[in-house]
């Protein structure tokens, strides 16, 4: 049975998240209550410091909540177990990291057929080949991540993000490590993706103009999310 409605993909209810411990624990995320429909893009703006990639972890299932529930596409991933909820990431969520955390030892090719060979994808090397196209790479495929640059190596990390089709797409200042114009080409790349696909797209930057590109911008200032300040003509807080 459905705990939310059909058409959202995430639903965050009294979310609340500590770090760290005794004197030096800091409570990050303060009774956090979201709701993201499916499809949409939506990105997370604040201070350093205001919680906003911690609460990009939680709704990636990569960080658990002290209190609270998460729900995406339906499944209460909270009471998960550890497997359980990393097959559940496998199945539906893909994550771009500002510094790619691609394999060193794979080729570009390889780095991107993980999800699907991990997945049991027969044609796995194929669909990557073909994905490296789509990204602009398809004469780098034998090439390590040493050999690449960090723009190309971004690109990579998109295409292994995006090669299973996930219904959400978690990506964490994806240009933070790249110069402007190389930054903008990934920005652009991340966005045609995700209009392809339908998929939903969860972006932490800093960058407001980035962030604005977005169907709705979510302000966290100290572990709140901040509804006092100017909204985005197109957002609305849970």
């Known amino acids: 049975m459905l705990t939310h409605a059909p058409d959202q993909a995430l639903s965050l209810k009294s979310i609340d ?14 009774d956090i209550t979201l709701d993201i429909a499916k499809g949409e893009a939506v990105g997370l703006v604040g201070p350093s410091g205001s919680g906003k990639s911690t609460l990009l972890m939680c709704m990636a299932g990569l960080e658990r909540p002290d209190r609270g529930t998460i729900t995406i596409l339906g499944e209460p991933i909270t009471g998960m177990n550890e497997d359980a909820l990393a097959q559940f990431r496998g199945r539906h969520i893909g994550v771009v990291f500002q510094s790619f955390h691609l394999i060193p030892t794979m080729t570009a090719l390889e780095n991107i057929a993980v999800p699907l060979e991990l997945a049991g994808e027969a044609q796995a090397f194929e669909r990557a080949r073909l994905m490296l196209g789509r990204v602009g790479l398809k004469e780098r495929a034998d090439h390590y991540p040493a050999e690449l640059s960090g723009g190309e190596q971004q690109r990579v990390a998109l295409a292994r993000a995006i090669i299973a089709e996930p219904e959400i797409l978690v990506a964490d200042e994806p240009t933070g490590n790249l110069d402007e114009q190389t930054g903008q080409a990934i920005i652009d790349l991340l966005f045609s993706l995700q209009h392809e696909h339908g998929t939903t797209l969860l972006l932490v930057t800093h960058d407001l103009e980035l962030a604005k590109r977005c169907d709705r911008m979510i302000r966290l200032r100290s572990g709140h999310i901040d509804t006092s300040s100017d909204q985005h003509p197109h957002e609305t807080v849970a």
């Open 17 to 30: 998240l500590s770090l760290g411990s005794g004197a030096a624990r800091v409570h990050i995320l303060k």
